[in-house]
């Protein structure tokens, strides 16, 4: 169950991300993963439930934003975003293609509760997983 590692690697980094701040709580997470990371969201809010219990992180809401696959073919530089990886380019045949999106897991915006202000973007969005 991969999820459990993701879930500690993104809550390391809400973490970071509140003592950097000097917050109190954590209070949202917004994450991207693309499909090809096979993550169930239910499962890495679960997983994420659990690994942040007892921390600044515990109750942090969870917001998935699942990114489709996205491929390129390297002959035509078709791009389109419903051709399937496992098929050929739909526009010169080739099956020289690369596949460009889907792979990506990142924390996109974390929320945090300050004694000050309200809310903190993270610096830029943070890579959760090689
Ligand atoms: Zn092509």
Redesign the pocket.
């Known amino acids: 169950m991969h999820e459990f590692s993701i879930a500690q690697s993104m809550l390391q980094i809400a973490a970071d991300q509140a003592a950097r701040h000097n917050a109190t709580r954590v209070t949202k997470i917004s994450c991207r993963i693309g499909v090809l990371r096979h993550v169930v969201p239910s499962m890495l809010q679960s997983a994420f439930e659990i690994v942040a219990a007892e921390t600044p992180a515990a109750g942090a809401a969870l917001e998935i934003e699942k990114q489709p696959v996205t491929v390129r073919?390297?002959?035509?530089?078709?791009a389109d975003p419903s051709f399937d990886w496992r098929c050929?380019?739909?526009?010169?045949?080739?099956s020289?293609?690369e596949i460009t999106g889907g792979s990506e897991l990142l924390i996109t915006r974390i929320e945090l509760e300050t004694k000050h202000d309200d809310s903190k973007d993270p610096d830029a969005p943070q890579r959760v997983w090689p």
């Open positions: 073919c390297r002959e035509c530089e078709t050929n380019c739909p526009s010169c045949g080739s020289d293609v």
